[in-house]
């Protein structure tokens, strides 16, 4: 299709502001889809998609839209819809899927306003000089505020709010004018069909008969099957299956132009083999250098993970190997524990990036799993002056042996209702974190930005923002960079022997509060035995906390009826010996919620 008439855009918008509904308005509107094949959020395939109600993975869509405008002849345009993730933590594919376009819809729920990742997405998106089109969906909910709305809107755009297009998705209502808003400000793509193949790979998955299918937009030149490709950073060759376009289900084509959105069925065998945001190429005329922008994925945060019954390990590293072939940003390698035995140490995006791992564990490979306290990266420099990254608790050298530890900080952006101001400082300084701004958007809502360490957020920071603010906050952070801090290994002791899978890194500050209530807890979750089991939490060699588990104890004196005091004695020494014994030789089994403890401790 001439160039001219193709429109590459996508939609962004904070989680559930209606950015799924209105995709499906679209496609029902361009007919791309039958009314019998249509079914509510089409272009998310995943079942943890459509329950949580988020995008997770990238998806894209070809419609073609007829335009009839009165006294002139109806004409065809290529829409290419880039769906993208709305959480968090999965910034990264949406910075690559905007890579793909020329412009985007923005989506603002009326009722709600404006939030954090709208901000944050929108701000990527400038960054990229794309068209910004805003939207305001959800007109049709009684507690929807457009007028409002529209004002913060215009104040952060500068886009009149008389001209702000006021859409319902769920009703129907002024979805055309969406289309006709992209056909009229959205700009055609640049490209050059004769110049060297240049693609950008936005998003991949792995299809078990196809291998890797690379998605993909055709920067310049022209893609037909099936010729010899090259993935310039990776430095992978590849041998096509076939190209296609998605519509939204994959149609097999012969040619792939400038400009075009499509698919490439690369026949790799796994996902790690190409990753998103690469440049792909003509292996036979190379282009000089790759498309700007890529960075590898980095994982933020790490957990183990142990099957419960130790002969579920080999079932659990090949569930693993799935996942990975489909999710290029999960890490894992092989890590043991004394405590749990063989397992896996995994990095991840993000904690939702964690549980969405979790989650399909349990469900698509039906597994039953321990996961660790989640930790973040931390950079040790030694007193050699080498440095690396620490992954794991277990594996911190000792003390003597360390220069200093650095943390990492990143940069947190809060929106909410002016009321929650105290609340929401209060919480955040009390987890370590830093005033950098405040800015009032209007009289009752102001955007509060801070920074904080990674590992305080990282557990349970949303769901206590959501509590104290009755849940009208909204939240988004990025990386900074690693600072020093004073930073104590916690280890929890169980009857003597240290716990590797109960350690933690914390500040030495918190440490103490830390230890004492982890130690209360497991004074109440591990059972009794017929001995004394004491509980240690300790930094080094200095125990900071102790609780003990009381002995179940058995009435040796209900057979003596009166007689000399000394034999009553003997019996309770000879008890007593016995027990000493028993300590020394018994093993003290460690329920699975003493694991999860370490995690609720910010619950309080």
């Given at each position: 299709m001439d160039l001219d008439h193709i429109r590459n855009f996508c939609i962004i918008a904070h989680i559930d502001h209606g950015k799924s509904t209105l995709a499906d308005r679209l496609i029902q509107l361009t007919g791309t889809v039958t009314d019998r094949?249509?079914?509510?959020?089409?272009?998310d395939s995943m079942d943890l998609e459509r329950e949580k109600g988020v995008t997770i993975k990238a998806s894209a869509v070809r419609m073609i839209y007829r335009r009839r405008r009165p006294g002139e002849p109806s004409a065809d345009y290529e829409m290419n819809l880039i769906d993208t993730p709305g959480h968090v933590d999965f910034t990264y594919e949406v910075k690559r899927a905007l890579q793909a376009c020329e412009g985007a819809v923005l989506v603002v729920d009326a009722s709600q306003g404006i939030q954090a990742q709208t901000v944050a997405h929108l701000l990527a998106a400038m960054e990229l000089d794309l068209t910004i089109i805003p939207v305001l969906n959800k007109i049709d909910l009684a507690?929807?505020?457009?007028?409002?709305?529209?004002?913060?809107?215009?104040?952060?755009?500068a886009v009149p709010a008389a001209d702000i297009l006021r859409i319902s998705a769920k009703d129907d209502l002024n979805i055309e004018n969406v289309l006709e808003s992209i056909v009229e400000q959205v700009p055609p793509p640049q490209g050059n069909t004769d110049a060297r193949l240049q693609a950008l790979v936005f998003d991949c998955h792995y299809d078990p008969y196809k291998g890797v299918v690379a998605y993909v937009r055709v920067v310049n030149g022209a893609l037909t099957a099936p010729a010899r490709l090259l993935a310039i950073s990776g430095d992978k060759h590849i041998d096509p299956i076939e190209i296609g376009i998605l519509?939204?289900?994959?149609?097999?084509?012969?040619?792939?132009?400038a400009g075009e959105v499509g698919y490439i069925a690369t026949g790799l065998k796994s996902v790690q083999d190409l990753d998103v945001g690469d440049t792909i190429t003509l292996a036979s005329d190379p282009a000089p250098q790759p498309l700007p922008g890529y960075e590898p994925m980095k994982p933020m945060v790490f957990a183990g993970l142990y099957p419960t019954d130790s002969d579920d390990y080999h079932d659990l590293r090949d569930a693993l190997e799935k996942l990975h072939l489909n999710d290029g940003a999960l890490t894992f390698e092989p890590e043991t524990s004394q405590a749990l035995g063989f397992g896996f140490r995994l990095g991840f995006l993000g904690l939702f990036h964690m549980e969405i791992v979790q989650e399909r564990l349990e469900r698509e490979y039906d597994l039953d799993i321990i996961f660790t306290a989640p930790s973040v990266a931390y950079?040790?420099?030694?007193?050699?002056?080498?440095?690396?990254?620490?992954?794991?608790?277990?594996?911190?050298?000792?003390?003597?042996?360390?220069?200093?530890?650095?943390?990492?900080?990143?940069?947190?952006?809060?929106?909410?209702?002016?009321?929650?101001?105290?609340?929401?400082?209060?919480?955040?300084?009390?987890?370590?974190?830093?005033?950098?701004?405040?800015?009032?958007?209007?009289?009752?809502?102001?955007?509060?930005?801070?920074?904080?360490?990674?590992?305080?957020?990282?557990?349970?920071?949303?769901?206590?923002?959501?509590?104290?603010?009755?849940?009208?906050?909204?939240?988004?952070?990025?990386?900074d960079d690693y600072q020093p801090s004073d930073m104590v290994k916690l280890d929890v002791l169980v009857n003597g022997q240290p716990v590797d899978a109960l350690s933690i890194i914390t500040h030495r500050d918190d440490a103490y509060p830390k230890g004492q209530r982890m130690v209360s807890k497991m004074k109440d979750i591990i059972p009794r035995q017929l001995f004394t089991v004491p509980i240690q939490a300790a930094i080094g060699n200095k125990v900071i906390s102790r609780a003990n588990v009381k002995a179940l104890?058995?009435?040796?004196?209900?057979?003596?009826?009166?007689?000399?005091?000394?034999?009553?004695r003997k019996l309770l020494e000879n008890q007593k010996a016995g027990k000493k014994r028993m300590k020394m030789v018994g093993a003290v089994e460690i329920p699975q919620e003493a694991f999860m403890t370490v995690l609720s401790l910010e619950d309080e």
């Amino acid at each position: 299709m001439d160039l001219d008439h193709i429109r590459n855009f996508c939609i962004i918008a904070h989680i559930d502001h209606g950015k799924s509904t209105l995709a499906d308005r679209l496609i029902q509107l361009t007919g791309t889809v039958t009314d019998r094949e249509m079914k509510e959020q089409l272009l998310d395939s995943m079942d943890l998609e459509r329950e949580k109600g988020v995008t997770i993975k990238a998806s894209a869509v070809r419609m073609i839209y007829r335009r009839r405008r009165p006294g002139e002849p109806s004409a065809d345009y290529e829409m290419n819809l880039i769906d993208t993730p709305g959480h968090v933590d999965f910034t990264y594919e949406v910075k690559r899927a905007l890579q793909a376009c020329e412009g985007a819809v923005l989506v603002v729920d009326a009722s709600q306003g404006i939030q954090a990742q709208t901000v944050a997405h929108l701000l990527a998106a400038m960054e990229l000089d794309l068209t910004i089109i805003p939207v305001l969906n959800k007109i049709d909910l009684a507690a929807a505020m457009p007028d409002e709305v529209a004002q913060d809107i215009e104040d952060l755009l500068a886009v009149p709010a008389a001209d702000i297009l006021r859409i319902s998705a769920k009703d129907d209502l002024n979805i055309e004018n969406v289309l006709e808003s992209i056909v009229e400000q959205v700009p055609p793509p640049q490209g050059n069909t004769d110049a060297r193949l240049q693609a950008l790979v936005f998003d991949c998955h792995y299809d078990p008969y196809k291998g890797v299918v690379a998605y993909v937009r055709v920067v310049n030149g022209a893609l037909t099957a099936p010729a010899r490709l090259l993935a310039i950073s990776g430095d992978k060759h590849i041998d096509p299956i076939e190209i296609g376009i998605l519509t939204p289900a994959p149609v097999k084509a012969s040619r792939l132009e400038a400009g075009e959105v499509g698919y490439i069925a690369t026949g790799l065998k796994s996902v790690q083999d190409l990753d998103v945001g690469d440049t792909i190429t003509l292996a036979s005329d190379p282009a000089p250098q790759p498309l700007p922008g890529y960075e590898p994925m980095k994982p933020m945060v790490f957990a183990g993970l142990y099957p419960t019954d130790s002969d579920d390990y080999h079932d659990l590293r090949d569930a693993l190997e799935k996942l990975h072939l489909n999710d290029g940003a999960l890490t894992f390698e092989p890590e043991t524990s004394q405590a749990l035995g063989f397992g896996f140490r995994l990095g991840f995006l993000g904690l939702f990036h964690m549980e969405i791992v979790q989650e399909r564990l349990e469900r698509e490979y039906d597994l039953d799993i321990i996961f660790t306290a989640p930790s973040v990266a931390y950079r040790v420099i030694a007193t050699d002056g080498s440095q690396f990254l620490l992954e794991s608790p277990a594996d911190l050298p000792d003390a003597s042996l360390i220069e200093q530890i650095e943390e990492p900080w990143c940069g947190l952006q809060i929106y909410a209702p002016s009321a929650y101001i105290g609340p929401i400082l209060e919480m955040v300084t009390k987890r370590r974190g830093r005033v950098k701004n405040q800015l009032w958007l209007d009289t009752k809502r102001v955007e509060l930005s801070f920074q904080i360490p990674l590992a305080e957020i990282i557990v349970d920071f949303y769901n206590e923002l959501k509590a104290r603010t009755r849940g009208y906050a909204s939240m988004d952070y990025t990386l900074d960079d690693y600072q020093p801090s004073d930073m104590v290994k916690l280890d929890v002791l169980v009857n003597g022997q240290p716990v590797d899978a109960l350690s933690i890194i914390t500040h030495r500050d918190d440490a103490y509060p830390k230890g004492q209530r982890m130690v209360s807890k497991m004074k109440d979750i591990i059972p009794r035995q017929l001995f004394t089991v004491p509980i240690q939490a300790a930094i080094g060699n200095k125990v900071i906390s102790r609780a003990n588990v009381k002995a179940l104890r058995k009435d040796v004196l209900s057979k003596c009826y009166g007689g000399d005091v000394t034999r009553k004695r003997k019996l309770l020494e000879n008890q007593k010996a016995g027990k000493k014994r028993m300590k020394m030789v018994g093993a003290v089994e460690i329920p699975q919620e003493a694991f999860m403890t370490v995690l609720s401790l910010e619950d309080e």
